[in-house]
Protein backbone atom coordinates (compact mmCIF):
# COMPACT_ATOMS: atom_id res chain seq x y z
CA UNK A 1 0.00 0.00 0.00
CA UNK A 2 1.11 3.66 -0.46
CA UNK A 3 -0.31 6.99 0.42
CA UNK A 4 -0.58 9.98 -1.91
CA UNK A 5 0.47 13.28 -0.20
CA UNK A 6 -0.32 16.67 -2.31
CA UNK A 7 1.78 19.80 -1.41
CA UNK A 8 0.01 23.00 -2.87
CA UNK A 9 2.28 26.02 -4.11
CA UNK A 10 2.07 29.85 -2.44
CA UNK A 11 -1.96 30.48 -2.45
CA UNK A 12 -1.87 34.28 -4.00
CA UNK A 13 -4.78 36.19 -3.10
CA UNK A 14 -8.20 36.42 -4.25
CA UNK A 15 -7.79 34.10 -7.02
CA UNK A 16 -5.69 31.81 -5.13
CA UNK A 17 -8.22 31.42 -2.73
CA UNK A 18 -11.30 30.72 -4.82
CA UNK A 19 -9.80 28.23 -6.93
CA UNK A 20 -8.43 26.17 -3.99
CA UNK A 21 -11.70 26.81 -2.69
CA UNK A 22 -13.44 25.56 -5.90
CA UNK A 23 -10.94 22.49 -7.36
CA UNK A 24 -8.68 21.04 -4.31
CA UNK A 25 -11.54 18.78 -2.86
CA UNK A 26 -12.66 17.91 -6.45
CA UNK A 27 -8.88 16.85 -7.66
CA UNK A 28 -8.30 15.16 -3.81
CA UNK A 29 -11.12 12.79 -4.82
CA UNK A 30 -10.24 12.54 -8.34
CA UNK A 31 -6.24 11.64 -7.51
CA UNK A 32 -7.62 9.94 -4.19
CA UNK A 33 -4.97 11.73 -2.40
CA UNK A 34 -4.81 11.33 1.34
CA UNK A 35 -2.64 14.37 2.64
CA UNK A 36 -2.51 17.77 1.54
CA UNK A 37 -0.28 20.27 2.58
CA UNK A 38 -0.52 23.95 1.49
CA UNK A 39 1.32 27.07 1.84
CA UNK A 40 -0.99 29.76 2.70
CA UNK A 41 1.88 32.57 2.81
CA UNK A 42 0.30 35.13 1.06
CA UNK A 43 -3.43 34.33 1.01
CA UNK A 44 -3.97 37.93 1.48
CA UNK A 45 -1.94 38.71 -1.40
CA UNK A 46 1.38 39.89 1.70
CA UNK A 47 0.54 37.90 4.70
CA UNK A 48 -2.46 35.55 5.52
CA UNK A 49 -5.26 36.22 8.16
CA UNK A 50 -6.95 33.63 10.54
CA UNK A 51 -10.40 34.20 8.06
CA UNK A 52 -8.47 32.92 5.02
CA UNK A 53 -6.27 30.06 7.18
CA UNK A 54 -9.68 28.96 8.16
CA UNK A 55 -11.20 29.05 4.44
CA UNK A 56 -7.65 27.03 2.68
CA UNK A 57 -8.30 24.48 5.64
CA UNK A 58 -12.15 24.29 4.60
CA UNK A 59 -10.97 23.57 1.37
CA UNK A 60 -9.37 20.07 1.75
CA UNK A 61 -5.97 21.45 3.44
CA UNK A 62 -5.04 19.31 6.06
CA UNK A 63 -1.72 21.67 6.47
CA UNK A 64 -1.16 25.33 6.55
CA UNK A 65 2.35 26.19 6.46
CA UNK A 66 3.97 30.00 5.75
CA UNK A 67 7.07 32.03 5.20
CA UNK A 68 8.61 35.46 4.84
CA UNK A 69 5.30 37.12 5.19
CA UNK A 70 4.39 35.26 8.73
CA UNK A 71 4.04 38.05 10.56
CA UNK A 72 2.71 40.25 8.50
CA UNK A 73 -0.77 40.34 10.11
CA UNK A 74 -0.78 41.02 13.76
CA UNK A 75 -3.98 38.88 14.35
CA UNK A 76 -2.52 35.92 13.00
CA UNK A 77 -0.53 35.77 15.94
CA UNK A 78 -2.52 34.60 18.58
CA UNK A 79 -4.48 32.03 15.73
CA UNK A 80 -0.85 30.50 15.81
CA UNK A 81 -1.01 29.60 19.09
CA UNK A 82 -4.70 28.32 19.30
CA UNK A 83 -4.17 26.57 15.97
CA UNK A 84 -1.85 23.03 15.16
CA UNK A 85 -2.77 23.20 11.57
CA UNK A 86 -0.87 25.96 10.50
CA UNK A 87 2.41 26.13 10.80
CA UNK A 88 5.00 29.12 10.93
CA UNK A 89 9.03 28.27 9.74
CA UNK A 90 10.54 26.56 12.82
CA UNK A 91 13.79 28.60 12.68
CA UNK A 92 12.16 31.55 13.83
CA UNK A 93 13.46 32.04 17.34
CA UNK A 94 11.60 30.10 20.13
CA UNK A 95 9.53 33.30 21.59
CA UNK A 96 7.55 33.57 18.56
CA UNK A 97 3.85 32.29 18.53
CA UNK A 98 2.87 29.11 17.11
CA UNK A 99 4.98 26.21 15.77
CA UNK A 100 6.91 24.88 13.03
CA UNK A 101 7.20 21.36 13.17
CA UNK A 102 3.75 19.01 14.15
CA UNK A 103 2.53 15.70 14.25
CA UNK A 104 -0.71 14.52 12.55
CA UNK A 105 -2.73 11.74 13.10
CA UNK A 106 -4.29 9.97 9.94
CA UNK A 107 -5.65 6.93 9.25
CA UNK A 108 -2.59 5.46 7.42
CA UNK A 109 -0.33 6.44 10.68
CA UNK A 110 1.59 9.82 11.41
CA UNK A 111 2.53 12.40 9.61
CA UNK A 112 5.28 14.70 10.75
CA UNK A 113 5.10 18.45 8.87
CA UNK A 114 7.94 20.76 9.14
CA UNK A 115 7.86 24.14 7.69
CA UNK A 116 11.54 26.11 7.49
CA UNK A 117 12.68 29.39 6.01
CA UNK A 118 15.56 29.76 3.85
CA UNK A 119 18.33 32.60 4.83
CA UNK A 120 19.68 33.97 1.41
CA UNK A 121 18.30 37.12 0.51
CA UNK A 122 15.41 37.16 2.80
CA UNK A 123 15.65 39.49 5.54
CA UNK A 124 14.99 37.72 8.52
CA UNK A 125 16.47 37.46 11.76
CA UNK A 126 16.21 33.35 11.88
CA UNK A 127 18.43 30.50 12.85
CA UNK A 128 20.14 28.43 10.48
CA UNK A 129 17.66 26.34 8.63
CA UNK A 130 20.21 23.62 7.93
CA UNK A 131 21.34 23.24 11.65
CA UNK A 132 17.73 23.40 12.74
CA UNK A 133 16.41 20.23 10.15
CA UNK A 134 19.53 18.17 11.09
CA UNK A 135 18.92 18.55 14.83
CA UNK A 136 14.87 17.69 14.16
CA UNK A 137 15.73 14.37 11.86
CA UNK A 138 17.95 12.94 14.92
CA UNK A 139 14.58 13.42 17.40
CA UNK A 140 11.79 12.61 14.60
CA UNK A 141 10.45 8.75 15.17
CA UNK A 142 7.70 9.01 12.27
CA UNK A 143 7.86 7.50 8.98
CA UNK A 144 6.11 9.66 7.09
CA UNK A 145 8.29 13.12 6.91
CA UNK A 146 6.98 16.48 5.38
CA UNK A 147 9.28 19.80 5.01
CA UNK A 148 8.10 22.96 2.94
CA UNK A 149 11.37 24.83 2.74
CA UNK A 150 10.49 28.69 2.07
CA UNK A 151 13.18 29.99 0.43
CA UNK A 152 14.59 31.92 -2.57
CA UNK A 153 17.63 30.62 -3.91
CA UNK A 154 17.43 27.37 -6.08
CA UNK A 155 20.95 26.12 -5.10
CA UNK A 156 19.87 26.63 -1.11
CA UNK A 157 16.51 24.25 -2.07
CA UNK A 158 18.54 21.52 -3.58
CA UNK A 159 21.02 21.76 -0.90
CA UNK A 160 18.34 20.85 1.73
CA UNK A 161 17.10 18.18 -0.11
CA UNK A 162 20.28 16.83 -0.83
CA UNK A 163 21.25 16.90 3.19
CA UNK A 164 17.46 15.26 4.14
CA UNK A 165 17.75 12.83 0.93
CA UNK A 166 16.81 9.80 2.85
CA UNK A 167 15.78 11.09 6.37
CA UNK A 168 12.65 12.91 4.61
CA UNK A 169 9.86 11.10 3.16
CA UNK A 170 9.20 14.42 1.41
CA UNK A 171 11.26 17.89 0.56
CA UNK A 172 9.68 20.99 -1.28
CA UNK A 173 10.43 24.54 -1.98
CA UNK A 174 8.24 27.43 -2.02
CA UNK A 175 8.19 31.33 -2.31
CA UNK A 176 9.44 31.82 -5.62
CA UNK A 177 6.19 31.45 -7.10
CA UNK A 178 7.57 29.54 -10.07
CA UNK A 179 7.25 25.47 -10.66
CA UNK A 180 10.25 24.02 -11.48
CA UNK A 181 10.26 20.88 -13.61
CA UNK A 182 12.96 18.74 -11.54
CA UNK A 183 10.02 16.76 -9.52
CA UNK A 184 11.98 13.52 -8.37
CA UNK A 185 13.28 11.12 -6.34
CA UNK A 186 16.05 11.49 -4.88
CA UNK A 187 19.03 8.59 -4.64
CA UNK A 188 18.00 8.08 -0.77
CA UNK A 189 14.72 8.09 -1.57
CA UNK A 190 13.14 11.14 -0.91
CA UNK A 191 10.62 12.75 -3.00
CA UNK A 192 11.86 16.88 -3.43
CA UNK A 193 11.32 19.22 -6.02
CA UNK A 194 13.03 22.98 -6.33
CA UNK A 195 9.72 25.23 -6.11
CA UNK A 196 6.01 23.78 -6.30
CA UNK A 197 5.16 26.83 -8.09
CA UNK A 198 1.54 29.30 -7.06
CA UNK A 199 -1.68 29.47 -6.48
CA UNK A 200 -3.32 32.25 -8.26
CA UNK A 201 -3.50 34.50 -10.94
CA UNK A 202 -2.36 33.03 -14.67
CA UNK A 203 -1.92 35.98 -16.55
CA UNK A 204 0.33 37.77 -13.75
CA UNK A 205 3.51 38.04 -12.50
CA UNK A 206 4.19 35.56 -9.48
CA UNK A 207 0.38 36.22 -9.02
CA UNK A 208 0.53 40.08 -8.72
CA UNK A 209 -0.74 42.64 -11.45
CA UNK A 210 1.47 42.68 -14.27
CA UNK A 211 1.20 46.65 -14.97
CA UNK A 212 1.68 47.20 -11.14
CA UNK A 213 4.86 44.85 -11.32
CA UNK A 214 6.21 46.75 -14.76
CA UNK A 215 5.21 49.73 -12.92
CA UNK A 216 7.66 48.99 -9.83
CA UNK A 217 10.25 47.75 -12.01
CA UNK A 218 10.41 51.25 -14.25
CA UNK A 219 10.21 53.29 -10.54
CA UNK A 220 6.72 53.45 -9.71
CA UNK A 221 6.72 54.58 -5.75
CA UNK A 222 5.37 51.98 -3.63
CA UNK A 223 2.34 50.91 -3.37
CA UNK A 224 -0.11 47.64 -1.96
CA UNK A 225 0.25 44.86 -4.11
CA UNK A 226 -3.10 43.88 -5.68
CA UNK A 227 -3.27 40.59 -6.89
CA UNK A 228 -3.75 39.76 -10.96
CA UNK A 229 -7.16 39.18 -12.58
CA UNK A 230 -8.28 36.39 -14.85
CA UNK A 231 -8.36 33.11 -14.73
CA UNK A 232 -6.31 31.36 -12.00
CA UNK A 233 -4.26 27.95 -11.32
CA UNK A 234 -3.21 25.80 -8.94
CA UNK A 235 0.66 24.37 -8.81
CA UNK A 236 1.86 22.28 -7.26
CA UNK A 237 3.54 18.41 -6.47
CA UNK A 238 2.00 14.85 -5.44
CA UNK A 239 4.08 12.69 -3.91
CA UNK A 240 3.60 8.64 -3.50
CA UNK A 241 5.15 7.72 -0.41
CA UNK A 242 5.31 4.15 1.51
CA UNK A 243 3.97 4.31 4.81
CA UNK A 244 6.33 1.73 6.01
CA UNK A 245 9.41 2.88 5.16
CA UNK A 246 8.59 6.68 4.31
CA UNK A 247 10.68 6.42 0.96
CA UNK A 248 8.90 7.92 -1.75
CA UNK A 249 8.12 5.91 -4.96
CA UNK A 250 7.41 8.75 -7.11
CA UNK A 251 6.76 12.54 -7.50
CA UNK A 252 4.96 14.45 -10.18
CA UNK A 253 4.38 17.85 -10.83
CA UNK A 254 0.62 19.13 -10.86
CA UNK A 255 -0.58 22.68 -12.45
CA UNK A 256 -4.61 22.56 -12.69
CA UNK A 257 -5.63 25.86 -14.80
Request: net charge negative; proline share 5%; aromatic share 8%.
Amino acid sequence: MSVKILAVGDVCGEPGLSFLNNRLKKYREERGIDFVVVNGENANVVGITPKQADLILRAGADVVTLGNHTWTRTELRPYLEERRRILRPANFAPQCPGKGIEVYETAFGDVCVLNLMGRFTLDVNTDNPFVIADGFMAEIREKIILVDFHAEGTSEKRAMGFLLDGRASAVWGTHTHVQTSDAQVLPKGTGYITDLGMTGSAQSVLGIDPEQSIGKFMGDPPRRYESGKGAAKMEGCLFEIDPETGRCLSAEGVRLT
